[in-house]
């Protein structure tokens, strides 16, 4: 069976509640070996929901065997901005599209290639939540005298922090990170090259590279949350911690949500009210937060 015939099974005999499949063909044994050998052709299912943000089967349409994903629109959308299943993208942005109801992927892969806003806001969002998390965390292992955690966690806030430059200079991240920030010659490639390849100590090379992080964090804090400043800003009603973690555009960051909320108020980009409410009974002060 052809690629045509494997279009026409698919374009024809799609479950009815997909939003859209495509069909991607690996290239020719391109990861033959003892250890992996991958199936020709990659069918991707997108649903509106299903049980499971991912689901595969192992198929033969005649005598080819398939690999077919099954995904949720919604997971695809996160991975595209996060960054993540890297070979599933693949398949979503270069595969054949066979069936598109209403033309929702076209549209998503075209905004991605674009990568214009609000994606591009998005994704700063998710890179700095990430990169403050992962910061926040070397620091504790060096209080705790962890050095070799905490050169792990710093090296990777600084692929996020490398991610943040990519992204501000209109360019869309994808996974040899440092090779396209070598190319642009920036700060972050240099401390990344200080970070491995200087001759001083390991706890010498974190702590600097921690400094400079700590300068970096404050300095591009208001342009990193500009989804989130949006957000706060889209109502006149302060919001609950509780709220922003719920909200559909925020799930990204939904872990890294109260960092990033204490973080922007420290800042004073965004202002936090004590307001009364009921708990079990007792009357305590929760705290609400808005941004001008």
């Known amino acids: 069976m052809d690629l045509s015939n494997l279009s026409f099974f698919y374009g024809e005999s799609v479950d009815v509640d997909a939003v859209g499949t495509i069909i991607y063909r690996q290239e020719a044994h391109k990861f033959d ?14 649903h509106e929901e299903q049980a499971a943000e991912l689901a595969v089967e192992h198929t033969l349409i005649g005598d080819l065997p398939c690999q077919v994903l099954h995904v949720t629109i919604e997971s695809l959308q996160r991975w595209l901005i996060a960054g993540e299943k890297g070979d599933l993208i693949r398949c979503f942005m270069e595969g054949e599209l066979v069936h598109d109801q209403e033309g929702r992927l076209a549209m998503l892969r ?14 700063m969002l998710y890179e700095f939540s990430r990169f403050l998390s992962i910061y926040v965390e070397a620091k504790r292992y060096m209080q705790a005298g962890y050095v070799i955690d905490a050169y792990q966690c710093v090296l990777d806030s600084l692929k996020h922090w490398a991610r943040i430059e990519l992204i501000e200079r209109g360019v869309l991240p994808d996974k040899a990170v440092w090779e396209q920030v070598k190319e642009l010659n920036t700060a972050i490639h240099k401390l990344y090259e200080e970070l ?3 001759t001083e100590t390991i706890q010498q090379r974190v702590e600097l590279v ?31 911690i509780e709220e922003l973690i719920h909200h559909p555009d925020l799930k990204m960051v939904r872990n890294e949500l109260p960092l990033v909320m204490r973080k922007l108020v420290n800042r004073s980009l965004v202002k936090e009210f004590a307001v009364w409410t009921e708990f079990s009974g007792y009357g305590s002060q929760g705290i609400r937060y808005s941004a001008d």
């Open 33 to 46: 070996g003892s250890l992996l050998h991958d199936f020709d052709f990659i069918v991707l299912i997108v």
């Open 110 to 123: 075209q905004e991605y290639i674009e990568f214009e806003q609000p994606l591009r806001d998005r994704k």
């Open 196 to 198: 491995t390849q200087s």
């Open 210 to 240: 921690l400094l400079a992080c700590e300068f970096s964090v404050m300095s591009k804090m208001a342009e990193c949350s500009v989804h989130l400043l949006q957000i706060l800003r889209g109502r006149s009603k302060p919001w609950s």
